[in-house]
């Protein structure tokens, strides 16, 4: 498997850009570019930010290839990956085994179990912290992820019909038979359409396409809006699901996400989802 400097290096040549086209892009200085296709961690201030510098080149190198975000987000998992601890029990019988007979005749058993009782101790507080380690993580995304909201119809009150003259009262009884009380009206249903005003507060990637065509793909500067429509559908990926504020059908969606995360949201008329990335396989 590729490192993740390999395959963001890989996707620039391919594209035939230069690290200067990089930074001109994402904003990141270059040096901080230069640390990331070399493994050079130590140049950068921080594990979170060699994780948004990393998730935001590959978003500027993703226009037509939404799947390098994908492919990114599966190798930044597989870092996190805990280690499993190595037991040590052939090693004790080596070091055994290479003691001479009179020091292997005079050797105390019970330092010999001591020793066996604390290597198998450490190996079971480590693979106990490992197991804990991953419920942790486990229960961070499920908290991350956000409800979308809930669309609640209301339906109008029947209007009241005007009182009619007492004098005419009497005799529209007797001409006209008793009407059955007509429903009440079900509230209007939505345009069959989808309206989508975009905002950036920062600069943020995003790919969207509506009914099957590619409308949008690219970095929306802070402070810049775009609007889209659709008919039946759109489907939208985000580099940054913290620097975009959205608004369908008129109506703010709320968090997509945290900064630096990546997010897929579908629309439809009368609603929308919002998709976590797909965990990578082990």
């Known amino acids: 498997m590729d490192s993740i400097g390999a395959a963001l290096r890989r996707a620039r040549d391919k594209r035939g850009l230069t690290l200067d086209d990089v930074a001109a892009r994402t904003k990141i200085n270059l040096k901080h570019l230069e640390a990331i296709e070399s493994g050079d961690r130590s140049a950068i201030p921080g594990g979170f930010f060699y994780k948004s510098f990393a998730r935001q080149y590959a978003a ?7 799947d390098l975000v994908d492919e ?5 998992a597989a ?12 090693e004790v019988i080596k070091v055994m085994s290479s003691m001479p007979v009179q020091e292997r005749a005079s050797w105390n058993p019970s330092a010999a179990s001591y020793a066996i009782f604390l290597v198998l101790a450490l190996i079971g507080c480590s693979g106990l912290y490992a197991w804990w380690h991953r ?20 339906t109008e009150a029947p209007k009241p019909e005007a009182p009619k003259p007492e004098v005419q009262k009497a005799e529209v009884e ?16 939505p345009d069959d359409k ?3 005003e975009v905002t950036a507060n920062e600069d943020a990637w995003f790919w969207l ?12 500067q802070a402070g810049q ?15 940054n699901a913290g620097g975009l504020d959205i608004k369908f059908n008129g109506k703010p969606t709320g968090l997509i996400g945290p900064k630096a995360q990546v997010r897929t949201v579908v629309f439809t008329p009368d609603k929308f989802e919002i998709q976590m990335p797909k965990p990578p396989e082990e």
């Open 194 to 196: 989808i309206s989508l």
């Open 72 to 76: 990114i987000e599966e190798l930044l």
């Open 225 to 239: 809006t775009k609007t889209f429509e659709a008919k039946e559908n759109a489907r939208m990926k985000i580099g």
């Open 174 to 189: 007797k001409e006209a038979p008793t009407r059955p009380s007509e429903p009440a009206a079900l509230a209007a249903t």
């Open 209 to 220: 396409s509506a009914d099957g065509k590619t409308l949008f793909s690219g970095v929306l």
């Open 60 to 66: 500027a190198l993703s226009a037509g290839d939404p």
């Open 79 to 90: 870092e996190q990956r805990p280690t499993h601890p190595v037991a040590r029990d052939e």
């Open 135 to 154: 419920t942790q993580q486990a229960h961070a995304s499920a908290d991350a992820k956000p409800r979308p909201p809930v669309v609640v119809e209301k």
